[in-house]
């Protein structure tokens, strides 16, 4: 197949104008159904930068002058 042949088939095709469904309203409900939940992990690593922090708080300094 050539380029005139391929260009012309690519012209024949029909691209649709837009998403077949509106996803608003289903982002919209996600949001409202789902709260924010905390798994063990996130009370483990929020623990262990307090921890940081209280054993070393030079580092607080620190990570303020990077922000």
């Known amino acids: 197949m050539n380029d005139d042949e391929l260009l012309k088939k690519l012209r024949g095709m029909k691209m649709p104008a837009g998403p077949e469904a ?24 929020a623990a262990a930068a307090a921890a940081v922090f209280l054993l070393y708080p030079e580092l607080a300094a620190a990570l303020l002058y990077h922000l």
């Open 22 to 45: 509106d996803l608003w309203d289903r982002v919209q409900h996600r949001i409202a159904e789902a709260p924010a939940r905390f798994s063990a992990w996130d009370w483990a690593i």
